[in-house]
C-alpha cells in the first residue's frame, strides 16, 4: 500500500525563525512528490514539484529537497512569516497512477 | 478567476437530509476528482472523471453517495441521507496531465 507519513505534526515557531518539515514516503514507482499549503478552510494550494531527477526546488522562502534513494522529503520554510500558518502536505504520486497519495499534513503556526 | 470553484462553500444540514455540492473544473481540463477530508487528515480519494466517464469509485463512496460529470464540464456531488459520519470538507480538483488543481471545498456539516 502506498503511504506518506509525515513530521512533525505540529509546530509553533516565533516569526523570522526557520524550520523544516518532514515527509517519508513507500509509493512505488514513483513518479513526482509534491508539497502543499491549505490555509484554514481552503484547498490546497501547490508549493514545489520534484521528480526522481531533483534534488532541491525553490519557490520563494519555500525550499523542498526530494532523496528517492531514502524515499524522503524536507520542506524548509526561511524566516518565517505569519501568513506561513497552515498545513503543509506532502503528496506522492505513482508513475502511471493518477490517483495521489497524500500525507496528513503538518500544521505550522507562526507566532509573533 | 480561471480556478477550480466550489458551491456552496458552506452547508450545514440535518441528519438524514440530502445535500448537493457542485465543482466547475478549470475549463480546459478534461479529469476531474473529489476528495473527502476530515479535521487534522489530507484529502482521501473518492472517485475520478475522464471528461463525462466516472472511471473509479472509492470503497469509501458508500451508495448514498452519487456523483455526475453530465457533460464533461462541471460535476455534482450528492450525499442521500446524510450521517454525522459524512461531516468533512469535500474538495474538488482538476487536471489536464498530473498536476492537479484544487478548489476551495465544501464543508459539511450533519447535526
Known amino acids: 500500500k502506498n503511504q506518506v507519513e509525515q513530521s512533525p505534526q505540529s509546530l509553533i515557531i516565533l516569526e523570522g525563525k526557520n524550520c523544516t518539515l518532514q515527509?517519508?514516503?513507500?509509493?512505488?514507482?514513483?513518479?513526482?512528490l509534491r508539497w502543499y499549503k491549505q490555509d484554514t478552510g481552503r484547498g490546497p494550494v501547490s508549493l514545489t514539484i520534484?521528480?526522481?531527477?531533483?534534488n532541491t526546488k525553490s519557490n520563494g522562502r519555500y525550499t523542498a529537497t526530494l532523496d528517492a534513494d531514502t524515499k524522503q522529503s524536507s520542506l524548509h520554510i526561511t524566516a518565517s512569516q505569519l501568513s506561513d500558518s497552515a498545513s503543509y502536505i506532502c503528496?506522492?504520486?505513482?508513475?502511471?497512477?493518477?490517483?495521489?497519495?497524500f500525507g496528513a499534513g503538518t500544521t505550522v503556526t507562526v507566532r509573533a | 478567476d480561471t480556478g477550480v470553484s466550489q458551491d456552496p462553500r458552506h452547508k450545514i444540514t440535518k441528519r438524514g437530509q440530502n445535500v448537493t455540492f457542485r465543482c466547475d473544473p478549470i475549463?480546459?481540463?478534461?479529469?476531474l476528482y473529489w476528495y473527502r477530508q476530515t479535521l487534522g487528515q489530507g484529502p482521501e480519494f473518492l472517485t475520478y472523471?475522464?471528461?463525462?466517464?466516472?472511471?473509479?469509485k472509492s470503497r469509501l463512496l458508500s451508495d448514498r453517495f452519487s456523483a455526475e460529470r453530465p457533460k464533461g464540464s462541471f460535476s455534482t456531488l450528492e450525499i442521500q441521507r446524510t450521517e454525522q459520519g459524512d461531516s468533512a470538507m469535500y474538495l474538488c480538483?482538476?487536471?489536464?496531465?498530473?498536476?492537479?488543481?484544487f478548489g476551495p471545498g465544501t464543508r459539511l456539516t450533519v447535526l
Open positions: 472523471f475522464q471528461n463525462e466517464a466516472q472511471l473509479e
Open positions: 515527509c517519508n514516503y513507500t509509493v512505488s514507482p514513483f513518479s513526482n
Open positions: 520534484m521528480t526522481f531527477s531533483e
Open positions: 475549463s480546459e481540463h478534461n479529469r
Open positions: 503528496v506522492v504520486s505513482a508513475a502511471g497512477d493518477y490517483k495521489l497519495s
Open positions: 480538483a482538476s487536471s489536464l496531465d498530473t498536476e492537479q488543481f
